[in-house]
């Protein structure tokens, strides 16, 4: 069955940084796109970034723009997000998504915590 289990949040102080990682497994990765979201308390969820099957296109966030770089290794079925220069109000529960023909899936999330 489909699985994608993020990992790499945590607390961390503003300005610093932070990466996820995503770990898919069950379906073929290297065909499907994958994105980041996350959810702060109170609010809805926001797509963060997205990239292509072959990592050959990214779109981001304005909120995160030039600060957050999404990448994927399609050899280790891992997609990822390097986010640096963080700012308290990225404070969320962070989620990867896989775009499948069949429905998209989520994993269970990675709480970020950004605090000083």
């Known amino acids: 069955q489909v699985q994608l289990v993020e990992s790499g949040g945590g607390l961390v102080q503003p300005g610093g940084s932070l990466r996820l990682s995503c770990a898919a497994s069950g379906f073929t990765f290297s065909r499907y796109a994958m994105s980041w979201y996350r959810q702060a308390p109170g609010k809805k969820r926001e797509l963060v970034a997205h990239i292509t099957t072959t990592g050959g296109s990214t779109n981001y966030a304005d909120s995160v723009k030039g600060r957050f770089t999404i990448s994927r290794d399609n050899a280790k079925n891992t997609v990822y997000l390097q986010m640096n220069s963080l700012k308290p109000e990225d404070t969320a529960v962070y989620y990867c998504?896989?775009?499948?023909?069949?429905?998209?899936?989520w994993g269970q999330g990675t709480q970020v915590t950004v605090s000083s």
């Open positions: 998504k896989a775009w499948l023909v069949a429905g998209d899936y």
